[in-house]
């Protein structure tokens, strides 16, 4: 495992550095008998932890061993306690931490029993530091809060700083750096209260550092020149060169290349004077990278390929751990440079460079959430642990108390009493902790959908702006129209959300009130309805109104009456299959005296089951089963129409059965008390269905536009028909398009026409974006093609999700252009890269049997079934198709895909492969070898032989 130095670390070690012998010496001086003990085990030590720790284990496990006898056999506690450490630290670089723990605490507990608390403070910090060193941070976490205490109470402020200080670098580790910051304010404030130089100097490099992380660079500088203005003063000026390192990188961030030249001429007239800079050991490769990146700042192209050349070279010898940045600047260099074959070469170097360290971050940001949960836990075990010692000391005391028997009965009552408090109170608790568990879970999906709901629309808004725009700066007006009537019905969509959230606001702080006008409601339902009629002759649903009444005249608020219908109806919509029925039933009943208009909204759907029943109404919840995924939401639509019934009177039920059918059943009393009105004015309300009814999906077109066949294939799965052509504008001219409406639409599209690239949403009805990337990462037909995950959900967690399924990128809405297009070039160029390598060496190499990705096997079990009919000159594309269950269309396009060659030209090269075989081999003749591979006719086997292979068969031949 790699250490790394910090700051911070060489200038604790600073005063306490030995010099460096050669490791023949100190085993020469280990084997001197004569010599005192202590030198003996001081070069021991220092040939262990110098020479053998971290790069032969096995030798120093077996010196470990003979330094803890022989402290063992001289009775020397202080030699017994230094072997145990340096034994424990070679078992934690063997990965055996259990072991390496069990030995570390028994010199631990030597340095205890010694009753020498400085050496068990020091060997305290130093098992805090082993833990940091190998991750493991919260045994580093609490073992060096445990050291802080105890210099503390030695009265060591310097040490007791050293604990705090690394406290902090488990927190800036693990990314949380504004809590790292204040451990290390705490300990600048600490060096200040003492006057510890050196300290005072470090705490300010840290926080440089940690301001620098959290991209604050202004204060990162000021820090940075405080700690190096005391580095020298104090006459530190190896340790002032960190820093002024660190400013250099800075100033390059900051295009400030002059700037970052003065700093750079400075950092190397220090590092000249000091042979072994043993405080940077990667110093050289970072003076070579850092001109790189300041010639290429300044444009001397040339100049800054030549450094980047020499840091390269510097880093095949030491490999670099930092290397992505030395890629990334070959790739800009060579760019530069019209070197674009070299640059694509380091561009796809840097992106696995860069994926690593991606896949570090996403490491470490679990071991974050693992470090502050397992806080939490022990905090919690404490408080458990202190309210047991409570309730065990007062029931001794109780006890002790109790001499008779009375007194025992009395005090086992009191104690049954205070058991059954204790659970209760567990229990409430207990319920307080789920019930504030499901209210954050709730808040958490409420910003999630509503995350969602914002980010389509804004997609599209954007997008289609910046499309009229390009059009408007190219003299384009055709289609501007449409474009218009996409962003107009998305602002409404917004609109109808926003307002929404304010309604459901208003109702809860009292605010909302009714304005009631007296219309009549046959007819105002009649019309509502009308724009669902279209939506439901789409999905083949049967689509009827039903009304026992020609007019009823009654007070509404047409607002919220409105808003009740569109969401009953679309909802039924929504979660009606194709050829389902919907009915809407409207009559007049009456109730103890009271006449209601009751409206009945009956579908066959999918249905809602009986626990989901009990919380239909509530506010932000979503029915959580496989249908819900027709469509997303924000779990408000409902508990609106609940509250806008409930707030003129009436009431609303459910009753539904998982499967089968759902009935919406709402009662509006009948007053006649408001203005009477002609109706004219609720034409207004129309607005309504554009935001509450989505656009038909079978607008868009889903056959490929094959008006030139030769341009790559692109499958486009979004539920969203607006995205879903904004993506398509982007990409047109470049691409031939095919779209799928849905997940399990686009994965049958995938496995029948193999698209060369495939952008999926990821929230989509009947399989999700992630079930879409599974299905087709995991089918050999499939497995090959790069999947864009295009989502609105922008979470770590989701997008951690969709890049373990196999996603190749993951794009946030909304997305630019620019943005997307670059994300498809680059996966297409990798694409064609990889295939052009394999064309050159893949072929052979399966020959060869060496197999390792699922493609080679896919190609493997065609090569094998081409040799199982070598002989059948009649075998060829359709034949294979059909000994493989698959179409001719799917397995050319696999096929082209994956070798770069045709079926037909494909089954040639394998046959020409083992005549080639067969020449090298055997001593058949050239016709007999034509024969026994399939061909017909042997002049046309040589000529076809000497197209692949470049030579005839006959100067192959024995």
């Not at 694509?344 to 860069?354: I, N």
């Not at 009654?554 to 219908?565: C, G, P, R």
């Not at 029948?752 to 999926?760: A, M, V, W, Y």
């Not at 997008?799 to 373990?804: F, K, N, Q, T, V």
Request: aromatic share 10%.
């Amino acid at each position: 495992m790699k250490i790394v130095f910090t700051f911070l670390f060489t200038l604790l070690f600073l005063g306490n550095a030995i010099a460096q012998k050669e490791k023949e010496t100190l085993f020469a001086i280990w084997n001197t008998t004569k010599l005192q003990d202590s030198t003996r085990f001081a070069e021991m030590s220092e040939l262990i932890q110098n020479h053998y720790l971290f790069t032969k284990t096995d030798s120093a496990l077996v010196l470990g061993k003979q330094m803890l006898d022989l402290a063992q056999q001289k009775k020397i506690v202080k030699f017994e306690i230094e072997a145990n450490i340096l034994l424990a630290k070679v078992y934690f670089e063997l990965g055996e931490f259990d072991h390496g723990e069990d030995i570390y605490s028994k010199g631990l507990e030597l340095a205890k029993t010694s009753k020498d608390s400085v050496l068990y403070a020091e060997k305290l910090f130093g098992f805090g530091y082993l833990y940091k060193q190998y991750e493991d941070y919260t045994n580093a976490f609490k073992t060096l809060q445990k050291s802080q205490k105890l210099y503390r109470a030695l009265g060591d402020g310097e040490n007791e700083g050293w604990s705090i200080v690394h406290q902090g670098f488990i927190y800036r580790d693990l990314g949380d750096y504004k809590e790292s910051e204040k451990y290390h304010l705490e300990h600048l404030q600490l060096s200040e209260k003492h006057d510890i130089k050196q300290s005072i100097s470090a705490a300010y490099g840290n926080l440089g550092e940690i301001y620098h992380k959290l991209g604050d660079l202004p204060k990162s500088i000021q820090h940075w020149e405080k700690a190096i203005r005391l580095s020298k003063e104090i006459g530190l000026e190896q340790y002032a060169n960190v820093g002024t390192g660190k400013l250099v990188e800075i100033y390059i961030i900051e295009n400030q290349f002059a700037v970052a030249t003065t700093y750079l001429n400075e950092y190397i007239a220090v590092t000249e004077k000091f042979p072994v800079p043993k405080y940077e050991p990667d110093f050289l490769m970072k003076i070579q990278l850092w001109k790189c990146q300041i010639e290429y700042g300044f444009k001397n192209y040339t100049k800054a390929l030549k450094e980047c050349e020499e840091c390269l070279k510097s880093n095949k010898i030491t490999n670099w751990h930092l290397e992505s940045a030395l890629f990334k600047s070959l790739y800009q260099v060579n760019k530069k440079l019209n070197r674009h074959a070299t640059a694509l070469d380091y561009f796809e170097k840097y992106q696995f460079a860069f994926d690593d360290e991606k896949k570090d971050k996403a490491r470490t940001e679990i071991q974050s959430i693992v470090f502050h949960n397992q806080l939490v836990a022990d905090s919690i075990a404490q408080a458990q642990e202190k309210e047991l010692l409570n309730v065990t000391y007062e029931e001794g005391l109780r006890k002790k108390n109790n001499e008779r028997n009375l007194f025992l009965i009395i005090g086992l009552v009191v104690l049954l009493a205070a058991i059954a408090y204790f659970v209760i109170s567990r229990r409430l608790a207990a319920t307080e902790r789920k019930r504030n568990k499901e209210i954050n879970q709730l808040k958490n999906a409420l910003f999630t959908n509503i995350t969602h709901e914002f980010r389509t629309p804004l997609t599209v808004i954007k997008g289609m702006t910046g499309v009229i725009k390009s059009k408007l700066d190219s003299n384009q007006n055709d289609d501007l129209e449409d474009s218009l009537e996409i962003i107009d019905r998305n602002s409404d969509g917004l609109l109808h959300l926003i307002n929404e959230m304010l309604d459901l606001a208003k109702i809860e702080s009292g605010t909302m009130e009714l304005n009631l006008v007296q219309v009549d409601i046959i007819p105002f339902v009649k019309y509502l309805t009308q724009s669902f009629h279209s939506l439901a002759k789409e999905k083949d649903i049967n689509f009827s109104v039903h009304s026992d009444l020609a007019h009823l005249e009654m007070d509404l608020d047409v607002n919220k009456f409105t808003a009740i219908i569109t969401n009953l109806l679309s909802n039924a919509i929504k979660f009606t299959s194709k050829h389902g029925e919907i009915l809407v039933h409207i009559e007049k009943v009456t109730i103890r005296n009271t006449d209601f208009v009751e409206i009945k909204v009956k579908d066959n759907g999918f249905g809602i089951s009986k626990e989901e029943l009990l919380h239909i109404f509530d506010k932000f919840y979503q029915v959580d089963n496989t249908s819900s995924k027709i469509q997303k939401g924000t779990g408000i639509g409902l508990a609106l129409v609940k509250e806008f019934v409930e707030l003129m009177n009436g009431s609303i039920e459910v009753k539904s059965k998982l499967g089968k059918r759902s009935v919406f059943s709402i009662k509006i009393p009948i007053t006649n008390n408001a203005v009477l009105t002609d109706g004219s004015e609720l034409v207004s309300v129309s607005s309504v269905f554009k935001a509450k009814i989505e656009p038909s999906q079978s607008e868009i077109n889903p056959s490929i536009d094959s008006s030139d066949e030769s341009r790559p294939l692109l499958l486009i799965v979004e539920d969203n028909r607006d995205v879903a052509h904004y993506v398509k504008t982007c990409l047109m001219g470049n691409f031939q398009i095919l779209h799928a409406p849905n997940g399990a639409i686009g994965i049958d599209m995938a496995l029948e026409h193999i698209p060369d690239i495939i952008i999926s949403d990821v929230m989509m009805p009947e399989k999700d974006g992630f079930e879409v990337c599974e299905h087709l990462k995991t089918n050999e037909l499939t497995d090959h093609i790069p999947i864009i995950m295009l989502t609105a959900k922008a979470t770590f967690e989701d997008r951690l999700a969709g890049l373990s399924l196999g996603a190749d990128a993951y794009l946030t809405k909304p997305f630019e252009k620019a943005e997307l297009l670059t994300r498809i070039d680059q996966l297409i160029l990798l694409r064609k890269k990889m295939l052009s390598k394999f064309e050159k060496t893949g072929l052979k190499r399966l020959l060869n049997k060496n197999i390792k990705t699922s493609e080679s096997k896919f190609l493997d079990k065609i090569i094998r079934e081409i040799h199982d009919n070598i002989i059948q000159s009649e075998f060829g594309p359709v034949q294979l198709a059909l000994q493989l269950h698959l179409s001719e269309s799917q397995l050319y396009r696999k096929l082209k895909a994956t070798s770069g060659k045709s079926t037909a030209v494909f089954i040639r090269s394998i046959r020409l492969q083992k005549a080639k075989e067969l020449i090298q081999t055997t001593a058949k003749t050239i016709s007999e070898i034509a024969y026994d591979v399939g061909f017909n006719d042997p002049s046309y086997f040589s000529r076809a032989f000497k197209e692949e292979f470049g030579l005839a068969p006959s100067a192959l031949s024995k």
